[in-house]
């Protein structure tokens, strides 16, 4: 090109030489960028001399987690702010990155999986267990995954919805769930921003629903943002099989806080399910908790501690008499009722097991369904929630009169006198004292005439005096301050109940003989009776089968004085031993099987 007497060349940029280093800032980690190169000199850019695909790295925490695990992210929709949703996303991809998720370890093994499920009306699931094997898939699936429900109409947080599609579609082996593999910790993390949604056509409680995560050995975590009322909150509980396990956040800005804590709950550094030093029993599951803790939690059909583990099997008709009067209000009543389903689950009410009825009572009394009405368990539970707050004064004598007269009959679903029969009385009052048809001593009798067991549950101000008389043992009479303390001791009731020979202290009349001495009567003597679970067990640890023994023994003794006539007629104390407690405990010698 000319430019007068001077001659001039157009100025190409020249190629580097040597290695380029890029400063890439305000980017994600684990993510694949197009980068375009483009050499410039005083002239300005040249054209593109080279395109790269750079992948920015993971930037693992110091305490990242060394252990396989399975963690399913259940996240609510609906109810939220934006920047609270961008929250929830960088608190999943900073348990995803303590987790390792889609990072193998050195035998070429996958770390960490995450799944997400998103909740609103309808559950969606937004990435698998096995999508997320592929490094950088799971993270770029939570910053793309659809972000909070603004229309009014359609935020609804359905739970259930999002629990029911977890397990159903997700917590799988075909996706990639590693079921089989004992050394894999499987979590459920619920995120929920308020209480659930009920439907009107039925709906699965929540407290229900994680049941089915339990039954496959996959614990829950639950964690509840700016909650604001004690029904979220109690639902929030429900969800967990241990207390630690439910936390509390003011704020979504505050999940970060709690990111550690809850990802040393999925990751516990120390890990004993699977180890030698599970002592789950074999119809047990074993959930680690914290570091150097677990909890052993008997299978479905089963009860017990977790170490041992009897078949339950539960076949009865059970009434409840449902205090529904003044004094229930102020949540009182929602507590009486969670206590009834807890009771009917614990007593196992379904088809071909055990059955219940329901009398409701206040001013007056009236009858709710027929013992063979209910085919399933959450049939039942539905009833009792539906069940309207009366108010009004306690007639117990008249829930009483109606459970000896309508309740308990062949008309009313009963069944013949093989099958066991109890009816639950539940109240915080005393009865009213105008107009008593009869003695409540008199009306109960009619009852235990036709032997149904009679059990009573007084809670708050409960006239214990007055409800003592309804009840043929002391043991049959439970006072408490709240009905939900009864939770334990009720639970113990169902397992006795419904456990298939197990271990248990019972006492016996029988003539004593001692010495050529002999009781004038039969004495009353505690013993232990019944079986403990025995059979082989596959140990992982060692690959070798080993018989878990059991036998039925006193786990606690106490000294009885008896009188007996001896010859000559004359009369001699005795000291013997009498069983008080009765527990199962490994046999003395170990036997392997080969």
Not at 207 to 228: H, M, N, P, S
Not at 523 to 549: A, E, S, W, Y
Not at 570 to 590: D, G, M, N, Y
């Amino acid at each position: 090109m000319s430019n007068g007497d001077q001659q001039c060349t157009t100025a190409k940029p020249t190629t580097p030489k040597g290695p380029v280093h890029l400063t890439l800032r305000d980017v994600n980690e684990d993510t694949t960028y197009e980068v375009v190169v483009q050499a410039r000199n005083a002239s300005g850019y040249g054209p593109p001399s080279n395109i790269m695909n750079v992948r920015t790295p993971v930037i693992e925490p110091s305490d990242a987690c060394d252990k396989k695990t399975d963690t399913i992210f259940v996240v609510d929709r609906s109810s939220i702010s934006e920047s609270g949703y961008e929250n929830i996303r960088s608190f999943i991809l900073g348990v995803a990155k303590h987790l390792r998720i889609g990072v193998k370890n050195y035998r070429r093994e996958v770390i960490g999986q995450g799944a997400v499920v998103t909740f609103s009306d309808e559950g969606k699931k937004i990435v698998s267990l096995k999508d997320s094997r592929t490094p950088g898939r799971f993270a770029k699936a939570v910053r793309s995954m659809p972000g909070p429900l603004s229309n009014r109409s359609t935020r609804a947080g359905k739970i259930h919805r999002g629990l029911e599609l977890s397990y159903r579609q997700v917590a799988v082996v075909g996706e990639g769930l590693r079921a089989h593999d004992d050394s894999v910790h499987k979590v459920v993390v619920v995120i929920t921003n308020g209480d659930q949604t009920p439907e009107k056509n039925g709906y699965v409680y929540v407290g229900d629903a994680v049941k089915a995560f339990f039954k496959r050995g996959i614990d829950v975590i639950a964690i509840g943002v700016d909650l604001e009322t004690q029904k979220a909150i109690d639902q929030l509980n429900d969800m967990v099989r241990i207390p630690a396990n439910a936390f509390l956040v003011n704020h979504h800005s505050n999940l970060s806080r709690a990111m550690k804590t809850i990802a040393s709950r999925v990751c516990p550094e120390t890990k004993i399910c699977g180890s030698p030093r599970d002592d789950c029993h074999r119809f047990a599951t074993c959930f680690d908790t914290a570091p150097g803790e677990y909890k052993c939690i008997c299978r479905d059909g089963y009860s017990g501690d977790g170490k041992e583990c009897a078949e339950k099997r539960c076949d009865l008709d059970i009434g409840f008499l449902i205090d529904s009067s003044a004094s229930m209000r102020d949540c009182n009543y929602e507590k009486e009722k969670k206590l009834v389903k807890h009771i009917a689950e614990q007593m196992q009410v379904a088809t071909n097991k055990s059955r219940a009825s329901v009398i409701l009572f206040s001013n007056t009394a009236a009858m709710y369904k027929k013992f063979n009405a209910f085919e399933e368990l959450h049939e039942f539970k539905m009833l009792v929630d539906e069940l309207p707050m009366v108010g009004g004064a306690t007639y117990l004598d008249k829930a009483l009169e109606l459970a000896a007269s309508k309740m308990f009959t062949v008309s009313n679903g009963m069944r013949d006198s093989t099958v066991p029969k109890l009816l639950f009385v539940l109240t915080d009052g005393a009865q009213a004292g105008r107009s008593m048809s009869n003695p409540l001593p008199e009306i109960v009798s009619l009852l235990h005439e036709k032997n149904i067991r009679v059990i009573v549950i007084g809670a708050g101000e409960a006239d214990e005096q007055q409800l003592s008389q309804l009840v043929q043992a002391s043991a049959d009479l439970v006072m408490v301050q709240r009905f939900e303390d009864a939770t334990n001791d009720l639970t113990t009731f169902a397992e006795n109940m419904c456990s298939v020979g197990r271990c248990s202290h019972m006492e016996r009349v029988v003539p004593v003989r001692i010495d050529g001495c002999v009781s004038s009567k039969p004495v009353k003597i505690g013993t232990c009776m019944g079986k403990c679970v025995t059979g082989p067990n596959f140990q992982l640890t060692d690959g070798i089968f080993k018989m878990d023994c059991q036998t039925c023994r006193p786990g606690r003794t106490a000294i009885k004085t008896v009188v007996l006539t001896c010859p000559g007629n004359r009369k001699r104390s005795f000291a013997i031993k009498e069983a008080t407690l009765c527990v199962c405990e490994k046999c003395p010698w170990k036997k392997k099987l080969l």
